[in-house]
């Protein structure tokens, strides 16, 4: 019923509500710079009639109050879910642009290390043995530069190798960090389902229900399902990574160094079942691993394979210093199998066969096939083309890069502006609160006023 007391109830509901305002302003002040932390906001109910009335009585009362509700995370499930898209992209560009960019660096095109300076100065040296082919000092130096070819490109590969290993181990390591991950999660499901059945507040856990679900699409690209009490199942590729209390292994096989991985190819495994990702630090690990690093050394194969073949038959053509005709100059036709076949200066086939006597040994102080060496291609187009594909591949990728931050870089702000925690905010609230509490604690003085009158003065007749 209405009256005095029922004013002092609601005065009494003014100053709980407030403090529950006050409260949660100082919470959020305090974790204004905690990782993962959303913003709280008390929500302020009126209380007055009941909903449904009772059969033999009626709310008279011209006065009602306030309750505290929910204290809501500030946070919005679709921004949360474009965020996970968004991080497992920048993680997949960015993991990708870095490894080009270092494989980029090693090559050092263009360069005076590189292998189009190596093969120049290759060619130049076969100029110097056709301009004195009686100079076995000039054989000497080509066989030297032959060699310092074949040191050079044996880097080169070495060098996507290392790379190629550098993304093999660090596909393990984060394999490794997203099985600790979803075992985390699904420990914190079994809180959050007991907490959504207590009743009690759980936006602590949904903090960091959220800060793994995210790194976790970081590192995978996973898909996110969140449940009606809260917790959440994780499917990476459409398999069961999360599926309430349990977690599911993520697994890497395959050889350990890429001269292994064509007999024994990478694979990962999630919940028993080979997957291939396409976003996420994961996927990009595959994508070098499978296809940009054995792609760059394939290519670099065929160059090596071009420079033999066509050396090695222009060679034929030719006779020695002892008149014999040419054999190969080149062994092998991969990085790995490279080698230079002659040993002796004697042996380099600069004359033209076709002009040596093998009798009287005439013409072995020919030129003609020197000369005809130092103007072949020697796989120098192809070799110009790996690397000008190398550049593109490099640009693209750190401009994919690039835009996939300032992307993300949006996706983030709207989160912060609706999650963040801004303390000029926090202050407003704050003095809010307090004007309330204030103002509900008038509101009670002057009705101890009242009541003190009341109680005390009436039925006194002035004397």
Not at 84 to 92: D, K, L, N, T
């Amino acid at each position: 019923m209405s009256g005095t007391f029922s004013s002092l109830g609601s005065a009494l509901s003014a100053l709980r509500y407030n403090r529950v305002a006050m409260d949660v302003a100082s919470t959020n002040v305090a974790n204004a710079s905690t990782p993962g932390y959303a913003r709280r906001q008390v929500v302020g109910q009126s209380t007055g009639a009941p909903a449904l009335p009772a059969i033999w009585s009626r709310w008279d009362s011209a006065v009602g109050g306030v309750e505290p509700g929910a204290i809501n995370r500030m946070v919005d499930p679709i921004l949360d879910a474009r965020a996970r898209v968004e991080h497992g992209g920048a993680s997949f560009t960015d993991t990708r642009a870095t490894s080009l960019e270092n494989l980029e660096t090693s090559v050092a095109e263009p360069g005076t290390t590189g292998v189009s300076a190596a093969l120049n100065t290759y060619q130049a040296a076969w100029h110097d043995v056709a301009n004195n082919p009686a100079d076995e000092a000039a054989r000497t130096q080509l066989l030297a530069t032959a060699h310092t070819l074949v040191d050079t490109v044996t880097a080169q590969g070495t060098a996507v190798s290392n790379e190629w290993a550098s993304r093999r181990s660090s596909l393990d390591a984060v394999a490794g960090e997203v099985n600790q991950v979803a075992s985390q999660l699904a420990d914190l499901n079994q809180g959050l389902r007991q907490s959504y059945v207590g009743g009690t507040d759980a936006g602590t856990l949904l903090d960091q229900r959220d800060q793994l679900t995210l790194r976790l699409a970081e590192l995978t690209g996973a898909k996110v399902s969140i449940n009606a009490d809260t917790t959440v199942d994780v499917t990476v590729a459409g398999q069961d990574l999360v599926k309430g209390n349990n977690a599911y292994a993520v697994a890497v096989t395959g050889s350990a160094d890429l001269a292994g991985a064509a007999a024994s190819p990478v694979t990962l495994t999630v919940n028993g079942a080979a997957v291939t990702l396409g976003t996420g630090e994961i996927g990009a690990d595959q994508t070098l691993l499978s296809t940009d690093l054995p792609g760059y050394l394939a290519s670099l194969d065929g160059f090596v394979s071009a420079l033999t073949s066509s050396v090695n038959a222009q060679h034929h053509a030719g006779a020695d210093l002892d008149g014999a005709a040419g054999g190969d100059f080149w062994s092998g036709t991969t990085v790995a199998t490279l080698k230079v076949a002659i040993t002796d200066p004697r042996k380099v086939a600069a004359a033209d066969l076709g002009t040596v006597d093998a009798t009287t040994g005439s013409g072995v102080l020919g030129n003609a096939n020197a000369t005809t060496l130092s103007g072949l291609d020697m796989g120098e187009t192809r070799y110009r083309n790996l690397i000008s594909t190398l550049g593109v591949t490099v640009s693209t990728a750190r401009q994919g890069a690039t835009n996939q931050a300032t992307l993300t870089a949006q996706v983030d702000a709207s989160r912060e502006a609706l999650s963040g925690v801004s303390t000029d905010e926090e202050m407003v609230n704050l003095l809010a609160a307090q004007h309330g509490y204030e103002a509900a604690a008038r509101v009670m003085t002057t009705l101890d006023s009242m009541l003190d009158t009341l109680i005390n003065n009436t039925g006194m007749v002035g004397r």
